[in-house]
């Protein structure tokens, strides 16, 4: 094996990553235990926190052998996207205008916050489990995997996520439900 401080499975930089994912993932799965004010709230410190992190992963060359299998059952995406839910329930759908490249026009689409949430969790959760469960081999191809992920989907899905949840945090607060006994 390379020397620790040379493997970008290692690098200073990842393994912060890996430390803002977890927390990323436990708090979605423990979702149940906190109100929707405080929920939103921690998620809209977390969340430009996983972004600026991912941002800063290491480069992976990879040939793919080791490319691990994702550990996100789809009673576990459910179960963290229903917990978002139920905080959110009456927030959590809105409407983005989306920009088709290919048409060259802008269309609307509905979207779901606990959806996008749940979307960016599988990714990190897969990837937290490479490391949780010391699989070596495969830790090169999870980080080469989720940082390609990133750029192609659940960053942007991140981003849109956030920004509706500025608004729900804002539209709580102006609502008088900034209390837990209304959330």
Known sequence: MANRVD????????????????EYCALLEKSEERGATEFVDTLLKLLPLVYMKAQ????????GAFVPDGQVTEDDYNYVRSGAYSLLHRHDEYE?????????TEESRWCSVSEGL????????????????????CMPDALWQLHDSFELYWGQTLLDTLRQLHRIRYSLLRNGEDNEENS
């Open 96 to 104: 983005m205008l989306v920009w088709d490249e290919d048409m060259q």
């Open 7 to 22: 493997n970008p499975s290692y690098a200073h930089e990842t393994l912060e990553f890996v430390t803002v994912a977890a």
């Open 118 to 137: 749940a979307d960016v969790y599988q990714a990190l959760r897969n990837f937290v489990a490479v490391y949780q469960q010391r699989l070596e081999p």
């Open 56 to 63: 800063l992963l290491p480069a992976v060359e990879t040939d």
